[in-house]
T-cell receptor, first 109, second 117 residues
Framework: GEDVEQSLFLSVREGDSSVINCTYT??????LYWYKQEPGAGLQLLTYIFSNMDMKQDQRLTVLLNKKDKHLSLRIADTQTGDSAIYFC?????????FGTGTRLQVFP | GAGVSQSPSNKVTEKGKDVELRCDPISGHTALYWYRQSLGQGLEFLIY????????KSGLPSDRFSAERTGGSVSTLTIQRTQQEDSAVYLC???????????????FGQGTRLTVV
């Protein structure tokens, strides 16, 4: 079945890069997503990547996809305190979205 | 409306009572999802509606959980005989495209925080 896994916590110093990793199982996934959930708020789409791409860059965000290993990562450059949130990866195969467990990113000064 | 609306935002209920949670998706969105987020847990998929197709109920944790989507718009998630382990935030999301190969952005509501005492 479909399963998406992430590490639960990541702590980084302000100004450093953050790398959040995700593994998924559905090889038919067509799109993979990163969502952000700030404290007390709903989820918002950060970025996404089509499965035939290896990398996508969007300002401070870089998404890397290793389709062979079913591994997705999100790199945040120059991490700021405002980046503190829970980050969810999600895969979409033929229909529904399946989310990972979420990684809580804590940024300290 | 401008976004996905869920009501109530908070619900406290006694163990054994039934509850109904409502989701108003973005107008025109054919796909609607329900997820559950428990403290310290990720997003647990519950049920998925896409247009007129039979819903995907594979994530519902027990037969106490059911959901309807009337007229392809508003959805209601019903939990019968609530238990303390049902306490969680219930999130609803909607999107334009549910099937096929197009990119789909799911827009989430703020959630209903359910507390069973």
């Amino acid at each position: 079945g479909e399963d998406v896994e992430q590490s639960l916590f990541l702590s980084v110093r302000e100004g450093d890069s953050s790398v959040i990793n995700c593994t998924y199982t559905d090889s038919s996934s067509t799109y993979l997503y990163w969502y952000k959930q700030e404290p007390g708020a709903g989820l918002q789409l950060l970025t996404y990547i089509f499965s035939n791409m290896d990398m996508k860059q969007d300002q401070r965000l870089t998404v890397l996809l290793n389709k062979k290993d079913k591994h997705l990562s999100l790199r945040i450059a120059d991490t700021q305190t405002g980046d503190s949130a829970i980050y969810f990866c999600a895969e979409r195969g033929t229909d529904k979205l399946i989310f990972g467990t979420g990684t809580r990113l804590q940024v300290f000064p | 409306g401008a976004g996905v609306s869920q009501s109530p935002s908070n619900k406290v209920t006694e163990k054994g009572k039934d509850v109904e949670l409502r989701c108003d998706p973005i107008s025109g969105h054919t796909a609607l999802y329900w997820y559950r987020q428990s403290l310290g847990q990720g997003l647990e998929f519950l049920i998925y509606f896409q247009g007129n197709s039979a819903p995907d109920k594979s994530g519902l944790p027990s037969d106490r959980f059911s959901a309807e989507r009337t007229g392809g718009s508003v959805s209601t998630l019903t939990i019968q005989r609530t238990q303390q382990e049902d306490s969680a935030v219930y999130l609803c999301a909607s999107s334009l495209v549910g099937e096929g190969t197009g990119h789909t952005e799911a827009f989430f509501g703020q959630g209903t925080r359910l507390t069973v005492v």
